[in-house]
């Protein structure tokens, strides 16, 4: 049976497709990023590079990198670590885990979302309505912090729901809804004050930079045991603007000494979202004295040293991360926050795969019992799988996630897919008063038909529910256009062909 180019097209589009998911099979740990400042980025660790060794360790997940990691760290010794990457060999000398990220390989180009990764979900509403100009600018501020923060597998996007409100959608792989909710839920409203009067503020206009990356000038200096647990306390420095400096100048220069002689009698005193989180003593060298250059101290707490080191941590980076963005521009309310399990995501997935699959080679015999034939049921089969390749396919070239409602537009394709061949297939098998040409033709104008009505239910989901039925609305689009203007056209032209011939 001589190929027509209506199946050509389609034969075509389905080698594009698998293109551009492109399969992989690299083992390793893929590094997503790496801090610009950091020791790893001078060596030459670069993202993208995949990690396949650790001071000789075979890694082969992001799951055998972390269990290394954390077992060279469960104290500041200074270490060596040997990485073997697919792109050399690189060797660090460090006392903490390397400023890098990294992910599993990925095996194809499909993206997913953190519904099958796994992490957390905010929708976030500002507590005013905001121009477009001033909700980039909250987005660009969100995203700088999170950037700052370390966590680079992030998305934030505005989102409108059908009654024009605002939110912002911030997704999250591999976080936990409190990071969601201690980053983005508050202000994050930095003050240092003394007697009552503020000597500067997280952000640009008085923060000129803050140590992060270098242990000279920001380090976890000490763990002891406390009761119930553990403690440690960091200490950072933090450059001030000479106006802060000034302001510092002129505040301390009326404070008297204390009865000791080395401190003033007032304390600078820390303050975050308007609750003091610490105070230092000034020492009477800074009396009246302009210095950009002040030490910030914290601490934080475990039920073991290993906890009591990762919470300081993490609350350092906090302050820091504060320190450098200052505070977001409007308060917001968190109206939706979610977590995701990646274990629910892939149980899901599988089962989601099994059904769709078992629902297809169902169809596929009751294709066969009713119309007799073998080759329109296998045909049938092949329509349908080529489409699903077609969707991944265009979803790897834009870059879309998929997540669970992508995958039920996909299943809804599939679905709306077979009963437009099923009429197709009886137009082809009645009405033998008309030629087979005139009733394809009218077989694809019932389809085309029924692809603009189903186009204008889907368009007003891509903004129903602030967003978040954005993924079925996309795949949805991209598999019914698919299929009226590529794999329904040619599978007519196929069924034609099969009944010219008998």
């Known amino acids: 049976m001589k190929i027509g180019i209506r199946t050509w097209i389609l034969i ?6 698998l293109l551009a998911i492109k399969p992989s099979f690299q083992s390793g740990a893929l590094i997503k990023s790496v801090d610009a400042d950091s020791q790893a980025f001078e060596q030459g660790l670069r993202q993208g590079q995949i990690i396949k060794q650790i001071n000789e360790k075979e890694i082969s997940s992001f799951e055998d990198y972390g269990e290394i990691i954390s077992s060279l760290f469960p104290s500041q010794e200074e270490r060596r670590i040997d990485f073997v990457t697919d792109q050399g060999s690189f060797i660090l000398f460090t006392n903490s885990s390397p400023e890098i990220v990294v992910q599993d390989v990925p095996s194809t180009n499909i993206k997913t979302g953190l519904d099958i990764r796994g992490g957390a979900r905010a929708l976030i509403q500002p507590e005013e309505t905001l121009t477009d100009t001033q909700l980039q600018d909250l987005i660009e501020i969100s995203q700088n912090r999170f950037n700052i923060f370390g966590i680079s597998d992030v998305q934030i996007k505005p989102v409108r729901d059908l009654s024009g409100n605002q939110f912002m959608l911030v997704e999250v792989a591999g976080a936990t809804p409190t990071d969601l909710e201690e980053l983005v839920s508050k202000q994050g409203k930095f003050e240092a004050k003394i007697k009552n009067q503020t000597v500067f503020i997280g952000g640009e206009r008085d923060i000129v930079d803050v140590c992060r990356n270098d242990a000279t000038c920001a380090a976890i200096t000490s763990c002891f045991q406390v009761e119930g647990g553990y403690a440690c306390n960091f200490q950072f420095s933090v450059f001030l603007s000479a106006e802060a400096a000034k302001r510092h100048a002129d505040i301390t220069a009326g404070i008297p000494l204390d009865s000791t002689g080395q401190y003033l009698q007032e304390d600078l005193f820390l303050f975050l979202d308007d609750v003091e989180v610490d105070s230092l003593k000034i020492s009477s060298g800074l009396k009246g004295r302009e210095t950009t250059q002040i030490s910030i101290q914290g601490s934080g707490q475990g039920a073991t040293q290993e906890e009591a080191f990762r919470n300081t941590q993490s609350d350092m980076n906090h302050l820091q991360t504060v320190l450098i963005t200052g505070s977001l521009p409007f308060k917001l309310n968190i109206v939706k926050l979610d977590t995701i ?19 297809i080679l ?9 119309y007799r034939n073998f080759k329109s049921s296998i045909l049938l089969l092949s329509i349908s799988l080529s489409e699903i390749a077609i969707i991944l396919g265009v979803a790897s070239f834009i870059n879309w996630n998929l997540d669970l409602p992508s995958i039920a537009g996909i299943l809804a394709t599939i679905g709306t897919g077979i009963d437009d061949q099923i009429v197709i297939m009886d137009e082809a098998r009645t009405g033998k008063e008309t030629s087979i040409k005139e009733r394809m033709k009218r077989a694809l104008f019932v389809v085309m038909t029924a692809y603009l009505t189903s186009m204008v239910a889907l368009l007003p989901l891509y903004w129903a529910g602030a967003g978040l039925f954005k993924g079925f609305a996309i795949t949805s689009i991209i598999g019914i256009t698919a299929g009226v203007f590529i794999s329904r056209p040619a599978f007519a032209e196929i069924i034609r062909k099969i009944e010219d011939k008998k």
């Open 12 to 17: 075509i589009a389905v080698i594009l497709a």
């Open 341 to 359: 399990s990646p274990l629910l995501g892939d149980e899901f997935i599988y089962l989601i795969l099994l059904g769709g699959f078992s629902a």
């Open 362 to 370: 169902a169809v596929g015999v009751v294709i066969l019992i009713r």
